[in-house]
């Protein structure tokens, strides 16, 4: 084996749930005629999914949604599988980045998956001649779906797009769990510097804020939340943490993330109040949550090592990782979300892929939940490769959980 | 001050946003011509929403909700607030429970507080005269809204009801911090025993179970959820939780802390697999998710303590505690949520009597979520009594959320 | 059954450890001819180590060591024990108080069991002719050590007495997990607060201290430590509390547990900086940790409740629970430590007991660690009560371990 | 800066202990006249600690203590530091290895500093003759220190030599969170695997395995402790850990890390009962505590990965991390222990060697304790770093604690 077949081989022993799905793919072949078109970020894990598509019939056509992310070994051991082709590279250039979405689309895909909603956004702009081919597609991110919304506000979506993102069994564990572990693990391995007893701040209390929090509470920091919204800021409250406004946490945190999805969170106003030292990091998709190029205008000097960009501002340094973009890919050592994560995130997929190819043609353009019983599966195979029972309601139970008439 | 009183000023002390309402309400008087009929656990904490609520220019009338949980002392002193009407009484009987209940309805009222649906069901059944004088009514617990909803999908609900127990103001504090914080206190002051090390139980991971399995797990002990949803199961074992089926848990548990809010939970078929010294309770709702009528036809031998009743089953030793009756309310050290928490959820009450007798007469009988206005409004009158500040979304960044038009 | 011995037969179900050491003690009657003078709380839990050394052929004589701690019907069940002969009372005058030490002497004991050394100071002040008839003794607290020591050192120490206290056996549970657990719901069940967001200080980091940080931070508090000793200080600070001194703490917190073992900690200094509606508790052994007189003082107004006297201080309302004394015990509801953990305690005073019964006559006056082979016992005895096996060295690690001759 | 002066800067920053240290070592030079051999991990943090002791006059000599933990561009950067000599290298072999230890010594040291003993254990074997020049030394591990006792036991060491591992300062810092947080770490970067969920099975429950349950439980893991103390094991039982024999461990566990010190802890015994996909790694000091030769020699298959080798033993892949060594540092993303934590430890180990060289002479052969006030000065620069102020006691407190005569 080469060192991306390695990389597989590894990914694929930690994916159980992809791994059934697998097997009925190969005995029943529900995505042949399908042409599925990819752009997600392109390293062990992912591979694992399009190797599953591709056994369930389809041809994947895949690139990169991360000019960081992709890992080039891996590109190009899927290029060996039957009925894949790989367009990703890693460190290419926007140009390359948007000519691998381009190639990906010049196979007049029927299904799209995307990380970020790049695909969907090029096939509503540039290629809008492919769109009739498309019976409809999939989406990874929060930050996607955000956009996919808006767009479906407009009127501007013309096909149908699952949410993957929203869905409990992804929200539960993707962000929750998976952005929690990897970028905590991320920004330990990059810094080397200690998580306990530090002020470490989370920008955002939602699934990815809340996870985040609760594991570098576990490793004895001192957590500050920041939030928009008073009931989450109270959560957070009462979940032990500290909430503040950003202008506050500037001047008290060691260590920053950025889980909001949204923009300009640490940006001038924030930089010259924080402590020497100070470390910033970002774990929303997009790198517009720290304003790099403040900070490119306005330091005083400037040190580069592996990962870590660090500016002085004021006087004081302060240390950017992975440039601002996704901390837990982008940084050298970065592996992205843990295994376990990605096959409950990426048997969602494959399943609702499945859905999209059988019933996309009798829905409109718009964003769709994903069905609740692909999450209801996705969980019980899940459970099952634990070897986890749990309990069924009885049909006395049941009716009770229905009745009304039941007094004190 | 008498006892009664001193303890409502103790929980006054600590319900710093029904007291913000309370000056507001002593001002503008939005509940005059109001006659309020309240079925709720009175202790300190509820004399503090009565008050509130009478200074606001309602009549309010008040009975129990449950045979075990009312302090007399309590009932007393509501009874010299000008504009309190109390009839509950401690350990009183089924006939006194309900006698209670008819002089509350017995005033004629315009709007009902409910902690479990007795007060609604008993106008849909035996006092459906009083219905049509009926602008409106709140219900507080998981159970009643269960409850309710039935009735409304079955067509026979006739007012509109604002389900207080769904909206993210309740459930997230009430349920998630309350329950579980004072359950597990109950538990610990009545037993006397350790938590650290031992194999405590939680039937239901929604969220009282989840607070409560948090807790337990936060002084050391190791923690069993069982679940009947795979996605919670899931959730549960990612979290750090042994999950499996009460049959198993039946086995291996040191201590049982019921949640669900459905019924027959630990039965017949679990009791004889215990353990020696096994504890049982129950924080739903309700008397019915621990089978007590099996234990007593079953027992070869049964001891009474404080607040403990011990079972001799299979020459086993299984102690219930408060008869399977709400614990953190019904042991006789209970106390009831923390008054922090309480101070949210009747804050949520008071607002939403205000809401439904100004709003009520233009709804039809249904159940109805808390107005998102109202539920910001208790969040932010939270956060400013803690003197905590938030960030505000800049124009910028409102755009940005709304607009799909930003690529990689 | 009376309530007392109902209280006792809870009380030895979770007590595995005496049982077994019970069991000998029955066979072999091991203290027969011994008469052991104890100053203990006189609860159930007590009751059963008392049961047990008179099991083991003992007279025993048994007074209070706490004017509050004392439960009448648990003195009064023990009274009818054989061998036994109990003088505590609750709520008993300074004059009672000595009186019952007092009796207990008059049995011209052999042997001592002490918690705070009250029994062993009285001897060596006014009972001094009794000295000659002591084998030696055993002493519960940090704080009875701590004087005891001070009183070797001295010169004044005059037999042998076991430190029961100082040992891993002992610290590391009674301490951390019997006082953290029982600490903090006695505070919960007494005030009926919410610990989840609070600012909760903690006065001391040593084993008490620790424990109590630990399970508060579990239930989501802020937690806040002060120290003397900078090496336990940056311990706390890493475990992720916040360490500063109490002048600062007492502006920030919102409850407070002394566990220092020394005085003076929250005094006249700090109670005018602290927030309206503080609340004050003492888990150390005595109640001189809070400067309860001051307060008394500089009143500006008074309120009592069941467990709390609430003082107006400079127009704020601070409360302090059980008079300052040990919360856990002292306040109305208070059960003491949990049971399983003064199962371990006592029995490591059981084989204590015997042990200076054996070996005391060789030994001159000062303070002894508990012998290694005992404490081994206790903690064997109750991993084996709870099926726990664990690994034993084999030959080749033994010599390993022995052994510097083995290279990288 | 070339890469290995850049990490060096970026060690600094994070060393503020060292920092404060260095001002004094700078004006003072207090080395002036000594040279020093050490054998340590040859990386930033270490440099660190070498150019603090240069500053303060000494020449220094420094090779590595680990084949596979040297850095490169450090060592290289290490040798232009004015007096500082280095001959480590990265992937040498056991010649090299031994080597670089004699060149270190061809210097004619006068104080030694260990981690692990083998440069101590070559003076006192293949180099007795330098013997005489030796002042003393300090040995940085666990593994080391065992080694020196059992040596000074035989009556064959010749020199004092300062147990900085043994010091609370280093212990409980060092131990504990460094290597809980970066064995952990490396674990996560290197295994791209989830720890929520996980069985993760810590070997030995001493000051480095109860730092690394801590934070794998804070993660969501179910953590099971191995031990041989019954105590320990106790203590683990009650801090929410389940405790077993690695026999039993064997079958459960998902993740392994040893950190016992010993020998033999996972071998052929356990091998064949693990799960399929088992990961295991060590966090002690030597290669030993993971049977690797068994694995080579039992194996039906082979495959290998950055950092992982993955046997097929029973038809079931068993992957072990960094060939069974130390797992922060050797693993290739390995970044060893956080630099705060080396900061606390290095402050240690340059106060000790200042303290050798002054008292050195006076002290015969055998291991000696750090001196507590050298202990206290690293605790209290530490907090002054962190701008954390404690309480000192008052001498009313002083005598308080030391007198007895003080009653209830």
Same mark, same amino acid.
């Given at each position: 084996?080469?060192? +991306? ?17 697998? $097997? ?9 005629? =399908? ?34 992310? &992709? ?14 082709? @790989?367009?990703?590279?890693?460190? @290419? ?17 029927t299904v799209t998956i995307d990380d970020g909603m790049d695909l969907i956004h090029r096939l509503h702009t540039e290629r809008r001649e492919l769109l009739d081919n498309i019976t409809g597609g ?31 069994? $992804?929200? @539960? ?6 952005? +929690? ?9 990059t810094t080397n510097t200690l998580i306990g007893g530090k002020w470490f701040v989370v920008a955002g209390y939602g699934y990815c804020g809340r996870g985040l929090a609760k594991m570098a509470h ?41 889980? &909001? ?5 640490? =940006?001038g106003r924030h930089f010259p109040l924080m402590k020497d030292g100070a470390i910033l990091s970002n774990a929303g998709h997009f790198n517009v949550e720290i304003d790099i190029p403040w900070l ?105 959980? =229905? ?6």
């Open positions: 084996m080469n060192t +991306g077949e390695l990389k597989m081989s590894w990914a694929r022993q930690y994916m159980p749930v992809l791994g059934e799905i697998r $097997k009925r793919f190969e005995a029943d072949k529900p995505l042949s005629d =399908t042409k599925i078109a990819m752009a997600l970020h392109v390293e062990a894990k992912t591979a694992v999914l399009v190797e599953t598509l591709a056994a369930g019939g389809a041809e994947v056509y895949i690139t990169g949604c991360n000019p960081l992310s &992709t890992q080039d070994d891996v590109a190009q051991a899927l290029n060996s599988v039957n009925g894949v082709h @790989c367009f990703a590279k890693r460190a @290419c250039s926007v140009e390359e980045y948007y000519g691998g979405i381009d190639k990906v689309l010049d196979a007049n895909p999939c989406e990874e991110t929060t930050t996607g779906i955000h956009r996919l919304r808006s767009m479906a506000a407009d009127g501007k979506l013309e096909f149908p797009v699952i949410a993957v993102n929203d869905t409990p069994m $992804k929200r @539960c564990f993707d962000n929750v769990h998976g952005t +929690g572990e990897s970028a905590l693990s991320a920004v330990m391995i576990g490793l004895g920091a001192k957590v500050i939340v920041t939030e928009i919204d008073p009931r989450r800021a109270l959560e957070a409250h009462m979940d032990g943490y500290h909430v503040m406004t950003m202008d506050e946490a500037a001047k008290t945190g060691d260590i920053f993330v950025t889980t &909001t999805g949204n923009t300009s969170i640490i =940006t490119e205008a306005n330091k005083e000097g400037f040190e580069q090592r592996d990962g870590i960009d660090t500016y002085v501002i004021k006087g004081k340094k302060i240390s950017v990782l992975a440039e601002g973009r996704l901390v837990n890919l982008a940084v050298p050592k970065g592996m992205g979300h843990p295994v376990e994560v990605m096959d409950l995130s990426f048997a969602l997929q494959a399943l609702c892929s499945e859905y999209i190819k059988n019933e996309g043609q009798k829905l409109s353009g718009g964003v769709y939940e994903v069905p609740n019983e692909i999450d209801i599966t996705v969980a019980s195979l899940k459970l099952s490769s634990l070897d986890v029972s749990i309990d069924k309601l009885t049909e006395y139970q049941e009716k009770y959980m =229905t009745s009304w008439d039941i007094g004190t």
